[in-house]
């Protein structure tokens, strides 16, 4: 793939959508997940192809601060089929999972130029990877096995598996410091929130609220955190829902704006998180949710003028733009994906870091 430029990214002075961009994959591609390091360092994971199951392969893109660039996986030419999630420990240390044509579960390490894949002898066929996330020294990996909670934990280059009784799935997993971790999902009828405790994880006390799931977690410190998913209900519809931490329990957030979908969440390390999602019933709008710990307000981009569906799944804050940057896809009235990112400028840019 060719370098897809735009223009660099500046501090905004309001708080506003910016300019649409693309990676620029190859036909029907889309974005799964994103992590941002730096106004010059930004990575981005998904997949190519998503409609041909022996066509379709991974895709990785970086963002140089003026052009994005497809990064290749060295040491397997067939690649993955799909990943699913990207973290960044560091510059020279990524992270991103997601599953191998084979049917077997897929993890590639990055080093800031490429990727490589990397073998765990404790995942099987038919494992499950959905979520990832890394400090300098551990990756931990969520997903399922047999309908069963999966997490595997890496540390010095050994792994270790990690499988919870109970029944159920985990997507989104953060590591708020450094004995602490959080996974989020569902059992299959309610939501499902596991902490790191002692070493182990155990599962954590959770509003009841049947037919809920959680897809992400993002934690602004140890004590301020919120958790996306949504509410399956009888009639068919999803209804929205937002777990927020305050350090000692879980509670639920009221969400404005009906039967929409959330989810990805981030946040700026201080008061405020945004959630990207999509919502049906005005799909041609690049949607988002701001959180401040108060209340919920809706952030709609400008409607397209061309028929389309865009769905946000991910998103992360970028310290040193005051930018949000969200990416996902856009699926035309043919029913052609094409990878979309989109940032929503803060209004509050941080002063870089030298």
Not at 86 to 109: K, N
Not at 172 to 177: K, R, Y
Not at 211 to 220: A, I, Q, S
Request: hydrophobic fraction near 40%.
């Amino acid at each position: 793939m060719a370098s897809a430029h735009a223009d660099p990214v500046r501090p905004p002075s309001a708080e506003a959508w910016q300019a649409p961009a693309t990676a620029r994959l190859s036909s029907d591609g889309s974005l799964s997940d994103v992590a941002g390091i730096s106004a010059t360092n930004v990575w981005a994971v998904g997949q190519q192809s998503v409609w041909d199951v022996w066509q379709s392969r991974s895709a990785i893109a970086h963002w140089n601060g003026s052009a994005w660039t497809e990064v290749p996986i060295r040491n397997d030419p067939t690649g993955a089929a799909l990943l699913r999630s990207v973290a960044a420990a560091s510059a020279d240390e990524l992270w991103a999972v997601g599953e191998g044509h084979d049917g077997t579960p897929y993890l590639a390490r990055g080093d800031g130029s490429a990727f490589d894949r990397v073998a765990v002898d404790s995942l099987r066929l038919n494992d499950w990877l959905a979520g990832v996330a890394a400090t300098s020294s551990r990756a931990v990996v969520v997903g399922s096995r047999d309908r069963q909670p999966l997490i595997v934990t890496g540390t010095g280059g050994k792994w270790k598996l990690t499988q919870v009784d109970g029944g159920g799935t985990l997507y989104g997993v953060a590591l708020p410091s450094k004995s602490d971790g959080w996974a989020v999902g569902e059992t299959g009828d309610k939501p499902l929130i596991m902490r790191l405790s002692g070493g182990h994880w155990k599962p954590f006390p959770v509003p009841d609220i049947p037919g809920g799931y959680l897809r992400d977690v993002h934690f602004n410190g140890t004590k301020r955190a919120l958790a996306v998913g949504g509410i399956y209900r009888s009639s068919g519809e999803i209804d929205p829902l937002l777990l927020s931490w305050n350090g000692k329990k879980w509670s639920r957030v009221p969400v404005p704006g009906g039967d929409v979908r959330l989810y990805g969440v981030t946040g700026d390390r201080k008061n405020r998180f945004w959630v990207s999602g999509a919502d049906p019933a005005r799909p041609a709008e690049a949607f988002l949710l701001r959180y401040d710990g108060h209340a919920v307000k809706v952030l709609r981009g400008a409607a397209s003028a061309t028929p389309r569906t865009i769905r946000l799944q991910s998103a992360t804050y970028l310290p040193g733009t005051g930018t949000v940057w969200t990416v996902g896809h856009v699926v035309d009235d043919a029913g052609r994906f094409t990878d979309v990112i989109e940032r929503f400028g803060t209004g509050t840019p941080e002063r870089a870091k030298s």
